[in-house]
């Protein structure tokens, strides 16, 4: 069971869109548009049902975290967070679920999402952040979340993984 101030600090470091959010489970991956349950943060938690993801822009076009998603099974978490710490950034390394790294910026007020993306694609130059091609040899160009900084009602915005999917036994988890 997850205590009640662990549920609540990670619902508070991944506030997003507060009308819809991302699920992934095996061949099943979807956005649904309704608001997210408190259960459904406990079994993420628990590591029961579907993957959640949040969508990191608000309806205001604000965001409380962001991310870089790095998509390379080969990276060295550690070596990345001494990298990321020895140039003072404030970002979070999490191992992700394909292997790879979500380096989270996570922020005490809302910042515009465009400052937001601006920062953490600058980031990304700064620290030579690179994907791996494709197996057919195209570029795999890093993705930043969130990818865009405007929203409408009839634009939901892309969601990212959550990480600690079932909590103590995850392989998804912060590296310092």
Do not use: M
Request: glycine letters at 8%; proline letters at 9%; a positive charge.
């Amino acid at each position: 069971k997850t205590p009640t101030s662990v549920l609540a600090r990670f619902q508070r470091l991944f506030r997003g869109r507060e009308t819809a959010y991302g699920q992934w489970k095996q061949d099943d991956v979807k956005t649904i548009s309704q608001p997210i349950t408190e259960a459904q943060w406990k079994a993420h938690l628990a590591g029961k049902g579907p993957f959640l993801g949040i969508i990191p822009i608000t309806e205001t076009n604000d965001c409380y975290f962001g991310a870089i998603d790095v998509d390379d099974d080969t990276v060295n978490h550690a070596a990345l967070a001494g990298i990321i710490e020895a140039a003072g950034l404030p970002l979070v390394v999490c191992r992700s679920k394909s292997g790879g790294a979500h380096l989270y910026l996570f922020l005490r007020d809302p910042a515009p999402a465009s400052l937001v993306v601006a920062k953490l694609r600058a980031w990304a130059t700064t620290l030579q952040l690179k994907n791996p091609p494709y197996p057919s040899g195209q570029p795999h160009p890093l993705e930043v979340f969130p990818k865009q900084t405007r929203i409408t009602p009839d634009v939901t915005g892309n969601w990212i993984n959550l990480p600690y999917y079932g909590n103590g036994t995850t392989n998804r988890y912060a590296v310092s």
